[in-house]
């Protein structure tokens, strides 16, 4: 296990039986995001694609919230603005952080421990799986601040749910328990909280120790698919497989098939 260096105290790091824990450590702002938060954990994810030796990730939180959205406080005052200064923070901001999530080339899992809301919702929903305890919440806070939902939400929340959950969700801002956001399909397990680090880690190791080449192709098809005509689809199907057939894990896999043992993947 390697541990985070101390200064890097709001966002906590650990790399652990080939998974990395990337944790927001700002439990009295319930973890809203700051600029140098943001950086760290597009960092840390960027990392994570390179290094071989991480074949997962989690990314959670302490406290009671999972991440409150962005963290406003700082910024120009309106009246300091210029035109294109709000669409370039955005693009350079909470759609770098998103992307960042998205474009990872290990499975990203979400541990929401508590609310998730704005661009907290969002880096949640961009994970590949969602794990929630009981007691989460997911707001599209947004609508309640005045706002247009930014960070990918009206991009991936139609994909989840459809158009029109998407638009109840965002036209009303109304806080959605783990539970419902489970039966709508925005999260795959909802837990008691005291278990929610033992299931994130369960299912993290298991990512972990499969054939990770062939998980990383996998997401970038279905991710790609959802933007894709079928003949596309297919094509990039076919590539993607041609491919990940010259990995170690997939002439792994095929031999413990024909050996009728069970397989030992490297993550390469």
Not at 77 to 100: K, N, S
Not at 179 to 195: C, H, T
Request: net charge negative.
């Amino acid at each position: 296990m390697t541990e985070a260096p101390a200064q890097d105290a709001t966002i906590l790091h650990r790399t652990d039986n080939n998974v990395s824990w990337i944790t927001l450590n700002r439990p009295d702002a319930m973890n809203a995001l700051t600029w140098d938060q943001r950086e760290r954990v597009i960092a840390l994810l960027a990392d994570a694609s390179a290094d071989p030796a991480i074949r997962a990730v989690v990314v959670t939180a302490t406290g009671k919230g999972f991440c409150a959205g962005a963290d406003l406080r700082g910024g120009p005052a309106p009246t300091d603005r210029v035109a294109g200064d709000v669409a370039r923070m955005i693009r350079l901001g909470a759609q770098r952080l998103i992307t960042a999530v998205l474009d990872c080339e290990k499975p990203v899992l979400a541990a929401v421990n508590g609310t998730a809301a704005g661009i907290g919702a969002h880096l949640a929903l961009a994970c590949d799986l969602v794990i929630a305890a009981d007691t989460a919440r997911f707001i599209e806070v947004f609508v309640r601040r005045g706002l247009v939902p930014d960070g990918g939400g009206a991009y991936l929340l139609p994909r989840l749910v459809g158009p029109q959950k998407a638009k109840e969700l965002m036209f009303f801002g109304d806080a959605l328990p783990a539970a419902d956001a489970e039966r709508l399909g925005l999260v795959n397990k909802v837990v008691a909280p005291e278990d929610l680090e033992a299931a994130a880690r369960e299912w993290a190791e298991r990512l972990a120790q499969g054939p990770t080449r062939a998980i990383a192709m996998t997401k970038q098809l279905v991710n790609a698919s959802l933007d894709s005509d079928r003949a596309t689809a297919l094509a990039a199907e076919a590539t993607a497989q041609e491919i990940n057939m010259t990995t170690a894990d997939a002439n792994e896999g095929v031999a413990s098939f024909v050996e009728r043992r069970t397989p030992k993947y490297l993550g390469r």
